[in-house]
């Protein structure tokens, strides 16, 4: 005779992995620059307010883009970009 078990517990399921983006070398340039530029700016501005900045402004260039996948680096590069420059120009005035 053949019983079947049936398992209490939850039923859980998988996630399709997906794979990183590709790190080219202007990518990797383009971090090194805003990494020069970033001592200036975290020493008068909060980091996690920085980050939350960045991130904000990623999403928006990520959303002008359709949400296209692949620029992801790209854009929190340029994110970083034009929060650092929002900076210094505030601190300039």
């Given at each position: 005779?053949?019983?079947?078990?049936?398992?209490?517990?939850?039923?859980?399921?998988?996630?399709?992995a997906t794979a990183a983006p590709e790190l080219t070398a202007s990518?990797?340039?383009?971090?090194?620059?805003?990494?020069r530029s970033l001592t200036a700016v975290t020493t008068s501005i909060d980091p996690e307010v920085?980050?939350?900045?960045?991130?904000?402004e990623a999403y928006f260039l990520?959303?002008?883009?359709?949400?296209?996948a692949g620029h992801e680096l790209e854009d929190w590069?340029?994110?970083?970009?034009?929060?650092?420059?929002r900076g210094q120009e505030m601190r300039a005035a």
């Open positions: 005779m053949v019983t079947n078990s049936v398992s209490g517990g939850t039923k859980t399921t998988r996630r399709k990518s990797v340039i383009a971090v090194l620059k805003s990494a920085r980050r939350q900045l960045v991130a904000a990520a959303e002008r883009r359709g949400f296209a590069v340029a994110a970083e970009a034009a929060v650092d420059s």
